[in-house]
């Protein structure tokens, strides 16, 4: 029987918004596995690494040029039988690197059964019936958008950029500004469903704003961030906003509309959270959670789909229509769009691990496709031993160098190697660093059963 370690040759595509040449981070763990004839071309945009069976871009095993693909649906016990049968004999999640240097689309992923709506009206837009949540977790400094602000901000907004207020209009700021004073966070269901109907009917409003409107009022927001930045979008009784300057706020706005003249989606920032996440700082996108990327490094897990719902921000396909009726309209401060890592209590450390503070820690969205483990190892000899667990992990490593053992097979790890790791299969990873480098690895997987049961609370 095959030890169920397999190294793998990963792809990376080349979507304008990559980050360029060596800046790429998914270009540059692509290129320690690529065949003889991938180089990193220095003019050229990379932006996604992609590690899975997902066949627009299928990651292959390096010992014999098979997809990965073909190896888990000829020998289905490596994803253990049970996720094989759920999933339709492929992984359950796709694995990436982001590399982004321009913003993404401002878009959503729709829920299952719009999923299955939007694919029977219109499969070429909407490829599959499949939800698609998302996780970020940041490699590099980075920052995008995600779920709305709280309604004080947007208030802000609507009252200190006289673009955006003229943009909707005087007298929708003024009624939704009256109707959710005062009542943000009342406990009222009632008084919560109202809140969310105005932002609906203001947000629905801006996206609907004709062409030639958004690009007028784009000239004066741009003209007034570049004039005066140090009072740009600051009322007199300013409230703290994100970014936190007017400065700060004034270069957004400003390198937004270099990469998108006069696109709707510089309004829009100032109904969406802007976020920023240090490395290790993660935030997970549920369905109809509307968010947009705008610049940085990031390790991305989601459920196999590619419906993405767009409505700002690209040259692609938009369905607006879609997006203003699909989204929650729920609110919240950005603290709590953020995913907070756990300890994960199924990686075995050693003596040298435990002693230099090396730690394993889990990243757990509430959903079945995926989890991810990031794990640390701050010193020579530290070990980290992961259970076996029912059902299929792949490992990428971001920094330093190491080992990876599953049975009697021993690989070496370098920054950008990727393997995947058959289900119930012990597995051993070891920094060989000589000083206090730090070994990183980052595993995502997918279990079914006990785990998710506990997670739930109810089966
Ligand atoms: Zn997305």
């Not at 694995?95 to 321009?102: D, E, G, M, P």
């Not at 401002?106 to 909407?126: C, G, V």
């Not at 955006?164 to 469903?193: H, K, M, N, W």
Request: a negative charge; hydrophobic letters at 40%; one cysteine or more.
């Amino acid at each position: 029987m095959q030890v169920p370690l397999i190294r793998l040759q990963c792809g990376v595509n080349s979507y304008d918004w990559g980050k360029v040449g060596q800046q790429s981070l998914a270009a540059k763990y692509a290129a320690t596995t690529a065949g003889p004839d991938f180089s990193i071309e220095a003019e050229r945009p990379y932006a996604e690494l992609w590690m899975g069976t997902h066949p627009s871009l299928p990651s292959r095993d390096v010992a014999t040029d098979r997809t990965l693909l073909d190896l888990v649906q000829d020998n289905r016990a490596l994803m253990s039988i049970e996720i094989s049968e759920k999933y339709g004999g492929k992984l359950p999640f796709l694995f990436k690197v982001l590399s982004i240097r321009k913003a993404l689309s401002i878009q959503a992923h729709p829920n299952k059964k719009l999923a299955e709506e939007l694919h029977a009206r219109d499969p070429r837009n909407y490829p599959d019936d499949n939800h698609k949540p998302e996780m970020a977790i940041a490699l590099t400094p980075f920052e995008g958008l995600c779920g709305f602000r709280p309604l004080s901000e947007i208030v802000h907004f609507l009252n200190a950029v006289a673009p955006l207020r003229s943009l909707v209009g005087c007298q929708a700021a003024e009624e939704f500004e009256t109707i959710v004073t005062g009542s943000e966070y009342s406990e009222d269901p009632a008084v919560l469903g109202r809140n969310k109907d105005a932002l609906r009917a203001i947000f629905t409003s801006l996206m609907q704003s004709s062409h030639e409107a958004v690009e007028e009022a784009a000239k004066d927001l741009v003209a007034a961030a570049e004039s005066s930045p140090e009072t740009f979008a600051v009322s007199a009784t300013s409230l703290s906003t994100n970014p936190s300057t007017p400065e700060q706020l004034a270069a957004v706005i400003t390198r937004l509309n270099g990469q998108f003249p006069g696109d709707v989606g510089l309004f829009v920032f100032f109904f969406l959270n802007y976020v920023q996440l240090e490395p290790g700082e993660a935030m997970f996108l549920k369905a109809d959670d509307v968010h947009a990327y705008i610049s940085g490094d990031i390790i991305e897990c989601m459920a196999s789909s590619d419906n993405v719902v767009r409505a700002g921000f690209t040259p692609k396909y938009k369905d607006v229509d879609t997006l203003t009726r699909m989204l929650t309209y729920s609110y919240a401060p950005i603290e709590e769009q953020k995913l907070q890592p756990t300890d994960y209590p199924y990686a075995i450390l050693n003596v040298p691990a435990y002693s230099s503070g090396s730690e394993s820690v889990l990243y757990d969205p509430p959903i079945d496709e995926f989890s991810v483990v990031k794990t640390d190892l701050k010193r020579g000899g530290a070990k980290a031993t992961f259970d076996g667990i029912p059902g299929p992990s792949i490992f990428i490593c971001t920094h330093g160098e190491g080992k990876i053992r599953v049975g009697n097979k021993t690989e070496e790890v370098k920054e950008g190697y990727v393997f995947f790791v058959g289900a119930n299969a012990e597995c051993i990873i070891e920094s060989t660093a000589s000083g206090e480098d730090v070994f990183t690895t980052y595993k995502a997987f997918c279990e079914l059963g006990a785990g998710e049961v506990l997670v739930n609370g109810h089966l």
